[in-house]
């Protein structure tokens, strides 16, 4: 019985691009996984099928050879790229596309240099320098690639081989049944390249320990728990592979006068008592260093909120600022004199039940009520 096709067996033209087998491999695998297909025999050998096809078509060689001459390029030892049956292999290839980016990560290609690890950074700061923005150094321990070297990890003048446990891939496989395992080599460390001759300065690691002071820019308006990240700035790769990256991690400090929540500043202020009573301008300080005339009516009760617009936070990322809201609180005298003592006594008697303390008049009448309906 003849084979079918592998250009077939993804349904895809001979002229398809890396790409399109990628994606034509991907639905496939997906739909045929015996994971999805527990007990179906033929979704098992459709898979295999499948991941043959694209094990043979994703690789430059391979597709060559079988594009030269069939199926007979990779049966009894003929001249092709020797095709193992790894599906295993090529199926996380897939899955690496769809779910291994997180954190600048993914599972590393074969042959891939090693990606720096990614660091964090705690930065504390006051509630008007996020007001206004920071331009902040800060200075962190972290790996910087080796200048001797320039990161491989070689000796000048000297070049690091290719792994022979691996032969370059930074993996090895391990077949266990119908599937592959596959893990990094313990050789090279995934590397896929051995340091015959190591650089006297790193070791071989391609990359010192050393401090690093880079320049930050925090942006007006940021929050508590805003998260920075400044690409390439994390520990150097290994041998020569890409930086990770630094995340700063803000933390706003209480403050003493003022209390946020989100874009707008609430402020308790206390008044006096008279100037409760009376009525009278006060001054209230704003985030931006300056002051603000706040004029209270007759009679203002703790508690009473005045809304400033515009004398909030900015908003980070749109336009204009919250407001800020001044809250009243009425504080009642203390310390007082013998001569003030009896001044307040006059007072208090002068005021009767005229309707000056309207809710504590009302409080105590409706107590009143209550005790009465209570002994009735």
């Given at each position: 019985m003849a084979e079918q096709d592998f250009y077939d067996i993804l349904g895809v033209d001979r002229q398809?691009?890396?790409?399109?087998l990628k994606k034509a491999y991907r639905k496939l695998a997906m739909q045929y996984h015996p994971d999805r297909n527990q007990g179906d025999a033929g979704a098992e050998a459709k898979f295999k099928e499948i991941s043959e096809a694209y094990d043979i078509l994703s690789d430059d060689e391979k597709r060559e050879a079988y594009d030269r001459f069939g199926h007979a390029a990779f049966q009894n030892g003929g001249g092709g790229a020797g095709f193992d049956g790894n599906f295993g292999s090529s199926f996380a290839d897939v899955f690496d596309d769809l779910f291994g980016e997180f954190m600048g990560g993914g599972?590393?290609?074969r042959g891939g240099n090693n990606r720096g690890a990614d660091l964090r950074y705690n930065m504390d700061i006051t509630l008007e320098e996020a007001f206004a923005g920071k331009a902040a150094k800060i200075t962190i321990p972290t790996t910087s690639a080796c200048d001797d070297c320039g990161g491989t990890g070689a000796e000048a003048g000297s070049q690091p081989s290719t792994c022979a446990t691996c032969q370059g891939h930074g993996k090895v496989r391990a077949q266990s049944g119908f599937f592959t395992v596959e893990r990094t080599c313990p050789n090279c460390g995934g590397v896929g390249r051995v340091i015959t001759n190591p650089c006297g300065n790193c070791g071989g690691a391609g990359r010192i320990e050393k401090d690093k002071t880079l320049s930050a820019n925090i942006p007006s308006g940021v929050e508590d728990g805003t998260r920075i990240r400044l690409s390439g700035e994390g520990e150097a790769g290994v041998r020569g592979g890409p930086a990770g990256d630094l995340y700063i991690f803000l933390s706003l400090q209480a403050?003493?006068?003022f209390q946020r929540d989100g874009a707008n500043i609430y402020c308790r202020v206390p008044i006096a008592m008279t100037t409760a009573a009376l009525g009278g301008d006060i001054d209230v300080p704003t985030l931006d260093g300056g002051r603000v005339s706040v004029s209270?009516?007759?009679g203002t009760q703790t508690g009473r909120?005045?809304?400033?617009?515009?004398k909030g936070m900015p908003h980070m990322r749109g336009r204009g600022q919250g407001d800020m809201?001044?809250?009243?609180?009425?504080?009642?005298p203390v310390n007082l004199s013998q001569e003030q003592r009896e001044l307040l006594a006059r007072f208090q008697a002068s005021?009767?039940?005229?309707?000056?303390?309207?809710?504590?008049?009302g409080f105590f009448?409706?107590?009143?009520?209550?005790?009465n309906d209570i002994t009735d």
């Open positions: 398809a691009g890396q790409g399109d599972r590393q290609r403050h003493e006068v209270l009516p007759e909120q005045f809304r400033l617009r515009g809201y001044v809250q009243t609180m009425v504080e009642t005021l009767g039940g005229g309707g000056t303390s309207p809710e504590s008049e009448k409706k107590a009143k009520e209550l005790w």
